[in-house]
């Protein structure tokens, strides 16, 4: 196969940004939260099921749009993890669930694996979808948890200076019980939270 036929065409970018590591055998248990490295405020029940709903999300939409790239972005963020990455544990999960019924999006979902944050998900994605298809995307679709919509939509989208007309963000609730995740709890000084990313 000639690297021509290897590169994805790609009008628009679906980004889901990737909270943990896979780090069970068995794919098939990846809504159990025993299968995730978690932090303490991660490990509530609910946690590892949202995962496997923005997973589901990211897919569905890159389904509806035959001309949108997937990428799934997380770097090694958790070095007791072993050297995996958030990203290629939702492309594994994934492809363990089948594509959730979208098989065709297989061939257009790619991984990001270096960001370590909410920001460094869309600029290094950015710069993925660049490095694979030649040129920046038309339009950018975040898939996370509503409660960092703002940071997303607001503060992440104006640092890169992506205009607000080409950009969308589907987001899911956090579990109920993950109080921690609401103030901006865990080892990386409240990277859930809004404050880390203002000036």
Known sequence: MDKDSMTPEGGNLVLVAGHAVYTGVDY????????WFLEDYQKVKG??????????????EAALDPDALLLFSGGQTRRAAGPRSEG???????????????????????????????FENLLFSLCRFYELAGHYPETITVVSYT?????????????????????????TPVPPEAKGAKVGGGSR???????????
């Open 47 to 60: 946690e590892a099921q949202s995962f496997l709903d923005h997973i589901r999300l990211g897919i569905e």
């Open 28 to 35: 098939s248990e990846a809504n159990k939260e025993a299968s």
């Open 147 to 171: 409660l960092k919509e703002a940071r997303f939509r607001t503060l992440h989208r104006e640092a890169v200076r992506w205009p607000g007309e080409y950009f969308r963000f589907v987001g």
């Open 189 to 199: 000084a409240g990277e859930r939270g809004v404050e880390p990313f203002q000036l």
């Open 88 to 118: 290629l544990s939702y492309w594994v999960v994934a492809e363990a669930a089948g594509w959730f019924g979208h098989p065709e999006v297989r061939n257009r979902t790619f991984t990001e694996e270096h960001a370590r944050d909410s």
